[in-house]
């Protein structure tokens, strides 16, 4: 049955014991030290720093292939092919999800959903181009609308959002699987572990949201307003059209 913990001072003896030894696992994990307690070997979930790497090398990669809606990229030749059908069945399996983690029961509603996003239309830009610059033209001498940069930008990153959010709703997810694999690691009495967990519960919630708010917020800066770059090479660029 364990230690007795009848007495106020021998509960908080025994709460203030779990909560170093998670402490320790917390400062493991995240500095990846997973050779220094054998609870890593036992339950890979504890690994989280190297889950979390990976899936945000997951996030690079997906944002850098299929963040744009429309590709730049020319074929061998140097001309940019036609866009795409959007109606095309080929064009249709050409999709990517989003989220790569499983929602945990308690989590569901609380995280962003799974969604499935058609890979970057490629093709012949010009004409998308001059079509947004006549719909914002205005009455500028020898120059263009800055909005239409805005237009643009907000047109090419309209994926940003979804991708984002699947990448930090993944994050979550696997924070979640720490903690929950942590409490059951530190603690064998599954009673105390529940009422730990039922304690942590609204917190973590709380926390879990304010993450996916702030993640709102930065996409929502980035991509509602006139871009702004002090890269000199935008300005040599646009000076040789």
Not at 4 to 25: D, H, M, P, V
Not at 29 to 41: N, Q
Not at 110 to 125: C, D, Y
Not at 186 to 210: F, H, M, P, W
């Amino acid at each position: 049955m364990g230690l007795e913990r009848n007495t106020s001072a021998e509960q908080t003896a025994y709460l203030i014991g779990l909560a170093t030894k998670f402490q320790r696992l917390v400062f493991l994990s995240t500095t990846a030290t997973h050779g220094a307690d054998d609870a890593f070997e036992k339950n890979p979930e504890l690994c989280v720093a190297p889950a979390v790497m990976s899936r945000m090398k997951i996030f690079s990669d997906e944002m850098a292939k299929y963040g744009e809606s429309y590709s730049f990229n020319c074929n061998n030749d140097g001309v940019p092919v036609a866009f795409e059908d959007d109606s095309d069945e080929s064009f249709e399996d050409e999709t990517f999800d989003i989220r790569k983690e499983d929602d945990p029961e308690e989590l569901v509603g609380t995280l962003h959903p799974q969604e499935s996003l058609p890979h970057p239309l490629s093709g012949e830009t010009k004409d998308w181009l001059l079509q947004i610059f006549k719909a914002n033209r205005g009455f500028e001498l020898g120059t263009f609308n800055a909005s239409i940069l805005a237009t643009v930008m907000k047109k090419q990153s309209s994926k940003w959002e979804d991708i984002s959010m699947g990448f930090v709703s993944d994050a979550i997810v696997l924070v979640h699987r720490f903690i929950t694999s942590a409490l059951v690691s530190i603690c064998d009495d599954r009673n105390v572990r529940d009422a730990l967990a039922g304690k942590l519960s609204d917190e973590l919630t709380r926390r879990y949201q304010n993450a996916i708010t702030c993640a709102g917020f930065l996409l929502k800066v980035e991509r509602s307003n006139t871009p702004m770059t002090m890269n000199h090479y935008f300005n040599d660029n646009l000076q040789r059209r």
